[in-house]
């Protein structure tokens, strides 16, 4: 992948969406699957012992993501996120990262994970080129692991993350969504391993996706709440923004540590103005905001016998419906504002 960088047409494509955002992130949640049952991602009839998750065949195939990924690449996308669900459960991952790494034009295709199978698959992932991670992690307390996510394996997610530092994965960040009486308690903690690990430790405002998280105006914190509890731990230094940083608001704890702090506010502070990004679900979905239920059905377009060119008018279909805004915080305000789309089918 890196090689290729000198390979790419001198004019890259630029798409931009009705209000003038550059749109170069496609995010693709390649499963639904998982080998956690998280508190906040898991329905009431996964819980019920029902399955709902999608069937192998309502998923697209690998040959079916390389070709939209070619397209998307021809019209400006230039970054790609692999999420699910598990990305790394899915057959034969590997294969088809392998073969996307190979797709000309793509500079930046990254991953994030619940670090399960991190340590079986980290060096196969840097090897293809997939330098930059996002590992999930609520909890540093290996019996809370169990009980949000529902599976005894702290240590080996904690062994991923060493392995994918040891490895050189840059930067890795880990991820914590912040629940009130869930696991806020642990702030500090994650806060202190910014001190002495090069992670980038970002901590995620609790989302209302999905009609059975725990989410209610009780367990959601927001980021400035979150940074407040912060303040007698260190002083937080802002740093310059790097094009790795994403949504994050970046911060250090005190000049001598070694990684940061992130913080990413969905609803407190939304990013929508600067919003590049669009999702392909696992059920073959292009849905142009995480927080707005409306998605465009590519599955059928690309199961209908199309062309390129249909596909090209599909994902540009997503794109002019792209919102100019999400409003979940007003929204909540007045009426709850929940949207009904799965975590694991868009993938986050
Ligand atoms: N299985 C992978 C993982 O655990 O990282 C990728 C999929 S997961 C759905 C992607 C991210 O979404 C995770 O960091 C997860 O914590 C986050 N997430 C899920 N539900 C959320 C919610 N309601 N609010 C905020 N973040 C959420």
């Not at 390979?7 to 699957?33: A, C, E, H, K």
């Not at 399960?116 to 930059?132: M, W």
């Not at 249909?310 to 009426?335: F, S, V, W, Y």
Request: hydrophobic letters at 35%; glycine letters at 8%.
């Amino acid at each position: 992948m890196k090689d290729k960088k000198n390979q790419q047409p001198v004019n890259t494509p630029v798409l931009t969406d009705m209000f003038s955002r550059t749109i170069s992130y496609l995010r693709l949640s390649l499963t639904d699957r998982c080998n956690l049952k998280c508190m906040y991602c898991v329905t009431e009839d996964e819980k019920n012992g029902c399955l709902v998750k999608l069937g192998q065949e309502e998923l697209l195939t690998y040959e079916e993501l390389l070709r939209v990924v070619r397209v998307a690449v021809e019209m400006g996308i230039t970054k790609l996120r692999l999420t699910g669900g598990e990305p790394l459960v899915r057959h034969n991952i590997m294969h088809f990262i392998s073969n996307l790494a190979s797709v000309q034009g793509i500079d930046d295709i990254r991953i994030t994970t619940n670090g399960v199978l991190l340590e079986k698959y980290a060096q196969r992932l840097f090897a293809a080129g997939v330098t930059k991670i996002n590992i999930s992690l609520d909890t540093l307390k290996p019996e809370r692991f169990t009980e949000i996510t529902g599976v005894d394996c702290f240590n080996r997610v904690w062994k991923g993350i060493e392995t994918a530092l040891a490895i050189g994965f840059s930067p890795v960040k880990l991820n914590m969504v912040v629940m009130r009486d869930i696991n806020d308690d642990e702030l500090p903690a994650f806060a202190e391993l910014s001190r002495e690990m090069p992670l980038q430790v970002r901590f995620i405002e609790f989302m209302p996706i999905g009609t059975s998280t725990r989410w209610n105006q009780n367990t959601y914190m927001s980021s400035d709440e979150i940074m407040e509890r912060f303040r007698t731990l260190g002083e937080l230094i802002p740093m310059e923004k790097q094009q790795a940083d994403g949504p994050a608001r970046v911060f250090k704890l005190g000049a001598d540590a070694v990684g940061s702090l992130g913080f990413i506010s969905p609803i407190s502070h939304h990013f929508c103005d600067r919003c590049n990004r669009l999702r392909l679900t696992s059920e073959g979905r292009l849905r142009s905001c995480l927080l707005h239920d409306e998605e465009t059905d590519l599955k059928s377009v690309l199961r209908a016998g199309c062309s390129d060119a249909d596909i090209r008018e599909t994902l540009l279909t997503a794109i002019r419906n792209k919102p100019k805004g999400h409003q979940m915080a007003e929204r909540l305000k007045e009426d709850g504002g929940d949207c009904h789309g799965r975590m694991s089918r868009i993938g986050g």
